[in-house]
């Protein structure tokens, strides 16, 4: 049996390290697609509950619409948030973005006028995304 040389097992342990390294990125990417595809559920069920306000029903499908909000707040976009702490968003913006996207668009049917204004500030601001990084929240 052949004997490992010191020049190599310094190789192998900084091979180690990157292993180490990517497997955190890849189970944080992981868990951010999980979290972006329960954004994507719960914005639907939020884009149907509004496409079924009429006159009668119209302020208890918008207070509905709000608390399932808060929830997407803060049980998803928190735990999205969470994740990106500490770490370069953008790297992982393709796990999350398709979540985003459909969240905005919820928010866009729900309240148009306030939303227009803030667009990309609301979601940013509930993940605590700054252009630097991310802030605490």
């Not at 909000?69 to 999350?96: M, N, P, S």
């Not at 668009?105 to 306030?114: L, T």
């Amino acid at each position: 049996m052949t004997e490992i040389s010191p020049p190599n097992e310094r190789i192998l342990a900084v091979f180690g390290e990157i292993q180490k390294e990517l497997d955190t990125k890849h189970d944080r990417a992981e868990r951010l697609v999980k979290l972006s595809r329960d954004l994507t559920i719960q914005s639907k069920r939020i884009i149907f509950l509004l496409h079924r306000a009429n006159k009668e029903s119209r302020e208890q499908v918008l207070d509905e619409a709000e608390k399932k909000f808060t929830f997407l707040k803060d049980a998803i976009l928190t735990k999205i948030r969470d994740e990106l702490v500490g770490q370069d968003w953008y790297q992982f913006k393709h796990t999350y973005s398709p979540g985003s996207d459909l969240t905005w668009h919820c928010r866009s049917i729900y309240s148009p006028s306030s939303f227009l204004a803030t667009r990309p500030s609301w979601l940013l601001e509930v993940l605590g995304v700054v252009r630097v990084g991310v802030t605490s929240f």
